[in-house]
T-cell receptor, first 115, second 115 residues
Framework: GAGVSQSPSNKVTEKGKDVELRCDPISGHTALYWYRQRLGQGLEFLIYFQGNSAPDKSGLPSDRFSAERTGESVSTLTIQRTQQEDSAVYLC?????????????FGDGTRLSIL | AQSVSQHNHHVILSEAASLELGCNYSYGGTVNLFWYVQYPGQHLQLLLKYFSGDPLVKGIKGFEAEFIKSKFSFNLRKPSVQWSDTAEYFCAVIPFSGGYNKLIFGAGTRLAVHP
């Protein structure tokens, strides 16, 4: 069956530009997560959506980062005025949501490179 | 600061050698524990998980992990590795203090198995 789909798989852009990353979760998964993985580091939690509840934005590193999700479908992560330190792989994951410890299923990620 | 620590960043083994990857966490209270694996060119996938019960957990491909509460550890083991086990391994914890399904990842251990 279809897994978590992310697009684009690679994105190269100039410093200062805005970028938008997309995530299509597994159908029926109410929970959706965004993570960032910088080179040589572990995954860093960014934001979590659960159904129609207010998202947990506690991991967003600055106000240049924002994410949207409509219902239980596609999510977009937007980075405004990109900086070189934003270069990383951005991973999306989805899960059934409840109970809270449902395993997360990951996409292949978007590799973002800021020149 | 509360965290998940993986002590070995790079491990190199020969086939048939035994493997143990360390993972320690610093969260008190109830935790759920996971090991994820990322094979070259593939997305992150769940290897095994511990929620409760028998602290020795068996996962896919002959892996197992032991939860030792007194040591705040969840080490991953495999008696005899294969070349196909070459991958990056991530320990992750859900600390049930905030009520959210927030996975906190370690920095990862890159395993290379030589034939």
């Amino acid at each position: 069956g279809a897994g978590v789909s992310q697009s684009p798989s690679n994105k190269v852009t100039e410093k200062g530009k805005d970028v938008e990353l997309r995530c299509d979760p597994i159908s029926g998964h109410t929970a959706l997560y965004w993570y960032r993985q910088r080179l040589g580091q572990g995954l860093e939690f960014l934001i979590y959506f659960q159904g129609n509840s207010a998202p947990d934005k506690s991991g967003l590193p600055s106000d240049r980062f924002s994410a949207e999700r409509t219902g239980e479908s596609v999510s977009t992560l937007t980075i405004q005025r990109t900086q070189q330190e934003d270069s990383a792989v951005y991973l999306c994951a989805s899960s059934l949501g409840y109970p809270l410890n449902q395993p997360q299923h990951f996409g292949d990620g978007t590799r973002l490179s800021i020149l | 600061a509360q965290s998940v620590s993986q002590h070995n960043h790079h491990v190199i083994l020969s086939e048939a050698a035994s493997l143990e990857l360390g993972c320690n966490y610093s969260y008190g209270g109830t935790v759920n524990l996971f090991w994820y694996v990322q094979y070259p060119g593939q997305h992150l996938q769940l290897l095994l998980k511990y929620f409760s019960g028998d602290p020795l957990v068996k996962g896919i491909k002959g892996f197992e992990a032991e939860f030792i509460k007194s040591k705040f550890s969840f080490n991953l083991r495999k008696p005899s590795v294969q070349w196909s086990d070459t991958a990056e391994y991530f320990c992750a914890v859900i600390p049930f203090s905030g009520g959210y399904n927030k996975l906190i990842f370690g920095a990862g251990t890159r395993l290379a198995v030589h034939p």
